[in-house]
């Protein structure tokens, strides 16, 4: 009870800021992540924050591969395009290589009543402007009911748990940190397409610091550089 309180009292905080969510990151220029599986360097997230004016356009760049014997069994790649204008989402577009297997995301915003218009592989639409685009370096999506696949489009409705505070130790730094758990609130999903992932966000910053999650082994992104 009192963890489901202060949960509560947490996120109650942290949309005091919605409006301002993306000023939290206006010192940031780059972020990089390391992607390990099983505590193996498999690859690399990047995220560039490129701004003019009032408009922030943030290229976003993933790629991994899996070895067994030095034989290729896995690889991916995907980049990404999310803009912002005045603090606003206002749109994305994201193309996918997932082992050979081609995925995309387009969307738009309807002008009428701004709400969300999405174009994906997974997913077409149209859906409620509350829902965020799954790309966890924004901290508001510990706010939201539902977020949105960035690789294919689909929409993932989940449950978000404040799991307290927990300092974590990357390479020689260790970063004070507010720890989420984002599970999926629809349980007929199947086991490969159900969320389970724990995030860590820096408590003062909201930094994006580490992500993990087990599926066909253990997964974690690593904070590696923010500049």
Known sequence: MKKYILS??????LSLDINAHVDHYAKYNFLEYELFRNNKLIGYHTYEFKRDGNDLIIDNEVSFKITKLGVDLYKYYANGVEKYKNGVFSGFNSKTN???????????????DKNLIIDGSSFKGKVDKDIIIGTWWNHEIVQKKAQISAVSGRIIEQKVEFIGKEEVKIGDKIYKTL???????DPSLSKDKKLNTDIWYEEDTFLWVK????????????LKKAK
């Open 98 to 112: 997932q082992n050979k297997k081609e995925k995309y995301v387009n969307i738009s915003i309807d002008p009428t």
């Open 8 to 13: 509560i009292g947490l996120i109650f905080l």
């Open 211 to 222: 992500a993990a999650f087990d599926k066909t082994g253990y997964w974690e992104y690593r």
């Open 179 to 185: 720890k989420f758990n984002f599970s999926s609130s």
